[in-house]
T-cell receptor
Framework: GEQVEQLPSILRVQEGSSASINCSYEDSASNYFPWYKQEPGENPKLIIDIRSNMERKQIQELIVLLDKKAKRFSLHITDTQPGDSAMYFCAARNSGGSNYKLTFGKGTLLTVTP | ETAVFQTPNYHVTQVGNEVSFNCKQTLGHDTMYWYKQDSKKLLKIMFSYNNKQLIVNETVPRRFSPQSSDKAHLNLRIKSVEPEDSAVYLC??????????FGPGTRLTVL
């Protein structure tokens, strides 16, 4: 089955700087890549996603890049704020047949310091 | 806006007991999931139902069993809980696997 590696596991940045999280996947048939943010005591919330027919997507300060050849995708948070501090998860979906399973990375704990 | 509902929020029980968790979604999605999130925050899928049919059944102990009455409901039963079952159980729903929305979770503590 699909495997998703996510790095780094811990990331600490200063307010106003950028934060980058990288993920790689194994199954070239994966075609959908969401990112989730989970704050302490809360459930994971979808913040941005990208499909395999795109290379870049931006929503406000969030930028996702996808390199299908290298089987890598990344999340970049520009101008980080303390409110961006949370656990972030990447995921990949292989929609072969009726398998609608998301495989998650192990998460990145982002801390934005003032 | 909450559209995936889970009950209970918390459950504390003793080893060997049976527990059931409920999940309902009001998004009109065709697929529902159960995930287990452990103390290290690892998210592992357990089961997935599409239109009331089991489509994903990861390697989980046989004491775990999903129950789906219709597309909007997916319950989880754990027969004879073990200490390692202590975790947060997250229900999610989606349309064909995209944009999964999670419920608030059920935190299970097994004493």
């Amino acid at each position: 089955g699909e495997q998703v590696e996510q790095l780094p596991s811990i990331l600490r940045v200063q307010e106003g700087s950028s934060a980058s999280i990288n993920c790689s996947y194994e199954d070239s048939a994966s075609n959908y890549f969401p990112w989730y943010k989970q704050e302490p005591g809360e459930n994971p919330k979808l913040i941005i996603d990208i499909r395999s027919n795109m290379e870049r997507k931006q929503i406000q300060e969030l930028i996702v890049l996808l390199d299908k050849k290298a089987k890598r995708f990344s999340l970049h948070i520009t101008d980080t704020q303390p409110g961006d501090s949370a656990m972030y998860f990447c995921a990949a979906r292989n929609s072969g047949g009726s398998n609608y399973k998301l495989t998650f990375g192990k998460g990145t704990l982002l801390t934005v310091t003032p | 806006e909450t559209a995936v509902f889970q009950t209970p929020n918390y459950h504390v029980t003793q080893v060997g007991n049976e527990v059931s968790f409920n999940c309902k979604q009001t998004l009109g999605h065709d697929t529902m999931y159960w995930y287990k999130q452990d103390s290290k925050k690892l998210l592992k899928i357990m089961f997935s139902y599409n239109n009331k049919q089991l489509i994903v059944n990861e390697t989980v102990p046989r004491r775990f069993s999903p129950q789906s009455s219709d597309k909007a409901h997916l319950n989880l039963r754990i027969k004879s809980v073990e200490p390692e079952d202590s975790a947060v159980y997250l229900c999610a729903s989606s349309f064909q696997g995209a944009k999964q929305y999670f419920g608030p979770g059920t935190r299970l503590t097994v004493l």
